[in-house]
């Protein structure tokens, strides 16, 4: 069964009504299908067949998480020409951090930490398995999504053990998910030109593959809007799909915009036209990702916020701090409020629905009423924290995205709804009078919100 045809009856673009014909279809698009996307001057067209893909996969629902970004070192033993992030010993920026200031770091309310680097050039594999130990103690409620493919090859190395011994090694330390940096673009053409020390595609490829097999779930990245092609996009794109097949081990694909920084290697950002497009590619071409991301950090908060309505289901998270693409002088703020993203997530008319690392959902809050007159528009606080309403057809829900939501038995990061003995078992550190170690930010669900489970049950009674 395809995706309802009355969906695309207004496409002015005939390449975009062979692709709703084929949506309608149930009919797998092809790299011909992803190109005539990029290419197609119908940007609202093209949002349209993304979003009829989107709304089948998780409604009017977009994910985020509250998340910290620890980048633990910028010392980093290869140099590729896109980065502004690396750098060598004696420069004046470069920085490493202890493992007090990481543990520091993510003792707050978060489900999520991400931790990625440089290759350092003297650490031992043993001093990153300790990074996961010494954040699992900090705290051992957040899920920790660490290290890309490019640094597990590097530890391989370092270590001189397989990628199999690696994954082992860094699962039993904490490790929870894989982010999907260091991807680039597949193609080795623009290896050679940018990033000649870095793992080309297959090797990529090969580790996430290991991933999946060991149970770790993985993201995909591309990196867009330098020297590429529509074609290398494209073709990127298909060998995701491709792995996406046989293993069904990826969560979600970020389209990461290039920010020019000092490289000089294109004039210009690449324009929000361009960023929708490309959102709007992945979400038809990636037929077997449950979730596109519009990371808000290299696409602006207002691209962001309206990839929700062009493909995108998910915005990332609070972040608290970025390293990365702020050396490349990205101009979006360093972190974001949970605040502030319910309000991005409804300006784009979407139900915000808070996550963990692994898109369990945690919380939906709910949307605010419809004005109904257009002078109310300008009035109306769209971050305002409203009663919970759940719509009963999510409880039901079998999309992909929402495949957990009726699960209640998911919910159990409420630390101060857990007894004494299964804090114990996490090893939550206890202050006194605070049982759940992280004060009364962690105690309980934002005001004006609830679990959707504690949701049905006031409804039932
Ligand atoms: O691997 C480096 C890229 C990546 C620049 O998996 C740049 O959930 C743009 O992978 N402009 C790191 N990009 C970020 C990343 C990521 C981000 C958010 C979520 C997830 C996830 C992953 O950023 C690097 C590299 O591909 N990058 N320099 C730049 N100037």
Redesign the pocket.
């Known amino acids: 069964m395809g995706i309802d045809h009355g969906d695309f009856r207004y496409l002015t673009d005939p390449a975009l009504r062979r692709i709703g014909d084929k949506l309608a279809a149930g009919e797998r698009l092809d790299s011909a299908d992803g190109l005539a996307v990029l290419a197609s001057p119908d940007l609202l067209g093209v949002g349209r067949l993304a979003n009829a893909v989107k709304e089948s996969l998780s409604g009017p629902y977009a994910f985020f998480v509250l998340n910290r970004?620890i980048n633990p070192t910028n010392l980093c033993v290869i140099s590729?020409k896109?980065?502004?992030?690396a750098a060598k010993a004696g420069d004046d920026d470069a920085y490493e951090m202890t493992m007090d200031e990481i543990a520091e770091k993510v003792r707050e309310p978060i489900h999520e930490v991400?931790l990625?680097g440089g290759l350092h050039p003297t650490w031992p594999f043993e001093y990153y398995e300790e990074m996961l130990r010494a954040i699992r103690r900090a705290n051992p409620v957040a899920q920790i999504?660490a290290f890309?493919a490019?640094e597990i090859d590097f530890f391989a190395k370092i270590a001189k053990i397989s990628i199999e011994e690696v994954f082992d090694r860094l699962i039993a330390a904490g490790l929870d998910t894989?982010?999907?940096?260091?991807?680039?673009v597949f193609s080795e053409r623009i290896r050679a030109a940018l990033y000649r020390e870095k793992i080309g595609a297959d090797e990529w490829l090969a580790i996430h593959r290991t991933a999946h097999a060991k149970g770790i779930r993985?993201?995909?990245?591309l990196?867009y809007?330098h020297i590429e092609t529509h074609e290398e996009r494209i073709e990127h794109l298909m060998r995701l799909r491709h792995l996406q097949d046989d293993t069904g081990g990826f969560f979600?694909f970020?389209p990461?915009?290039?920010?020019?920084?000092y490289?000089n290697l294109v004039e210009r950002q690449a324009t929000a036209l361009d960023g929708l497009k490309t959102i709007a590619a992945s979400r038809l071409i990636l037929d077997n990702f449950p979730h596109i991301?519009a990371?808000w950090?290299?696409l602006g908060e207002e691209t962001a916020s309206m990839a929700l309505q062009w493909g995108a289901d998910d915005l990332?998270g609070t972040i608290g701090e970025e390293k990365?693409?702020h050396?490349?002088l990205?101009t979006s703020p360093l972190g974001l409020t949970s605040h502030k993203m319910l309000k991005l997530i409804r300006e784009a008319g979407r139900i915000p629905v808070q996550r963990d690392a692994r898109y369990r959902a945690l919380t939906v809050f709910p949307s605010p009423p419809e004005p109904t007159h257009w002078s109310q528009r300008g009035g109306l606080d769209v971050g305002a924290d409203i009663p919970l309403k759940v719509d009963p057809a999510l409880a039901d829900s079998t999309a992909v995205s929402l495949e957990n939501l009726e699960n209640e038995a998911l919910y159990s990061w409420d630390l101060a709804a857990m007894t004494p003995e299964e804090l114990a078992a996490r090893g939550v550190p206890r202050a006194p009078g605070d049982p759940t170690g992280f004060g009364a930010a962690f105690a309980g669900p934002a005001p004006g919100s609830t679990t959707p489970a504690a949701v049905a049950e006031s409804e039932a009674s």
């Open positions: 970004q590729c896109f980065c502004d992030f991400h990625v999504k890309t490019v894989m982010p999907g940096g260091g991807a680039e993985t993201n995909a990245t990196l809007g979600s970020i990461l915009e290039f920010q020019l920084g490289t991301k990371y950090v290299m990332d990365i693409a050396a490349a990205a």
